[in-house]
């Protein structure tokens, strides 16, 4: 019989399958590629030890406790966690950026489970390959009654007749599948399939989070999840915070930097921040988001922005995009700019700007930089005027010290049982019902006829001609 239990998730540390068998977890988790028949290396190629791979792959957490991040799928009491925990898997996309544990999850998932684990990438495999796949699970299902977990890594790399061979297996239960996209699988993924799946999106790293892990590298024992040639270095806080805070969330990033800078460095010499960087192939950046620098420069881009200067717009948000900005901030910024220093002298810019919003939102970083470069490019050189910002200022000074003044009888609602007897939207004038859907009815409160707030500026010559005909308009009529 062939050996089944070399590429079954283990439900015991010793790594025993439910046919009693034990064997070594790190079976399950080789770097060799997709996992391939009984018989045959994964991918027609000679696995690589876990103990021999890159860091990122060594220090790869392999139980819950060890992951970093994602609180808000693994917390206590979330259903991911509790159905990892019993060991009931459910099918699945995760979406989330590089490095934030996609693979790390789909294997503990699978290591949690006493089912076979299958993993296929998008990238490599197509409708033959998924065809084996589930062949093989069926042939398990009928001779053993053993389950069969899929990670489908890239799974948005498959178009819709590849997605469409998943269905009915993902459907009948034949095999759980795990995807997992740094695509919005909503944009990606079929619905028929997303319907049978549960989507869960994981966020980037945190600069903490990451700091973790590389501490956790210099202190890993020798062996699999040793740091190897990095634990034989000291590194200095200055140092980790950087490749922490400059890999944009990605831990993989940020251990194989370490990696590499321990590797270029003299043996036992202590890597610098120039090694870092040389490694990281990015410099240092003074920028602390939780402290002056993010005050201080999202204060420049706003009068970079504002004062018509697209290039240093641009050097701004670069500054804060190399920083680790969190980029929603600075989109709810350019929304602000576009309304307070642009306004109706040019419309198009607030919807510019929601739109880079919503960009940020559905695409996320790094691929969101370019809306938002082109927003700042758009908001630095459309024209520019404040009078809507000056407007509700003086609208809002005026009420607060004057207080609300009750508006005309005729402008109240009516759309309640009694209104009328009260007198209550009586003597509207409609002004449809007039040539150039203008009434001359008063609309100010009594006490504020004549009252001004806004006043349009020289950016908004076509607003201010078209308001002083709609006044003498009204006044005619």
């Not at 799928?73 to 925990?85: D, N, V």
């Not at 200067?309 to 948000?317: E, H, N, R, T």
């Not at 404040?386 to 010290?401: F, K, L, M, S």
């Amino acid at each position: 019989m062939p050996d089944r239990c070399s590429r079954r998730s283990a439900s015991t540390p010793e790594g025993r399958c439910r046919a009693g068998h034990t064997g070594s977890v790190d079976q399950l988790f080789d770097t060799g590629g997709r996992r391939a028949e009984p018989g045959h290396t994964p991918g027609g190629r000679t696995p690589v030890p876990v103990e021999e791979g890159p860091l990122a792959v060594r220090m790869r957490p392999r139980t819950l406790d060890e992951v970093v991040g994602q609180d808000h799928l693994l917390a206590e009491g979330t259903a991911l966690r509790a159905a990892i925990e019993r060991g009931q898997p459910h099918s699945m996309v995760l979406y989330g950026p590089p490095g934030s544990g996609k693979t790390t999850l789909a294997r503990i998932v699978a290591a949690a489970s006493s089912a076979a684990f299958e993993e296929l990438s998008a990238v490599e495999a197509g409708r033959a390959e998924v065809r084996k796949v589930l062949e093989r699970a069926a042939h398990r299902r009928t001779s053993t009654g053993e389950q069969t977990i899929l990670f489908l890594d890239e799974i948005h790399r498959f178009n819709k007749a590849q997605q469409d061979t998943l269905l009915p297996a993902v459907e009948e239960g034949l095999v759980t599948l795990i995807g997992a996209t740094t695509e919005n699988p909503y944009f990606e993924v079929n619905a028929a399939l997303l319907s049978r799946t549960q989507v869960y999106e994981l966020r980037p790293l945190s600069a903490a989070d990451i700091e973790v892990l590389l501490r956790r590298a210099l202190r890993a024992p020798d062996g699999v999840g040793s740091g190897g040639e990095v634990d034989e270095h000291d590194v200095s806080d200055e140092v980790l915070a950087f490749l922490a805070a400059r890999s944009g969330g990605d831990a993989r990033t940020a251990l194989a930097a370490l990696e590499l800078a321990a590797e270029t460095t003299t043996p036992g010499a202590a890597i610098t921040l120039e090694h870092a960087e040389d490694a990281l192939q990015r410099r240092a950046l003074r920028y602390d988001k939780d402290g002056d620098q993010h005050y201080d420069t999202i204060s420049a881009w706003i009068k970079a922005t504002r004062g018509s200067d697209p290039d240093a717009s641009l050097y701004y948000l670069a500054v804060m995009l190399e920083g680790g900005e969190d980029p929603r901030f600075i989109a709810r910024r350019m929304v602000i700019l576009a309304s307070e220093d642009v306004g109706n002298a040019d419309p198009q810019a607030l919807q510019i700007a929601v739109a880079a919003a919503h960009a940020v939102e559905h695409v996320g970083l790094p691929e969101a930089q370019h809306a938002l470069a082109q927003c700042a490019i758009y908001l630095a050189l459309a024209p520019k005027s404040n009078a809507a910002y000056r407007a509700i200022a003086a609208a809002r000074r005026h009420v607060r010290e004057h207080g609300a003044k009750t508006p005309p009888a005729y402008l109240r609602s009516a759309a309640y049982p009694g209104a009328k007897k009260l007198g209550r939207g009586q003597g509207y004038d409609y002004p449809h019902d007039h040539r150039g859907h203008l009434s001359a009815q008063e609309l100010m409160p009594d006490a504020l006829i004549g009252e001004r707030f806004y006043e349009p500026d020289d950016a908004e010559a076509a607003l201010r001609e078209r308001l002083e005909k709609i006044r003498r308009a009204r006044r005619s009529s």
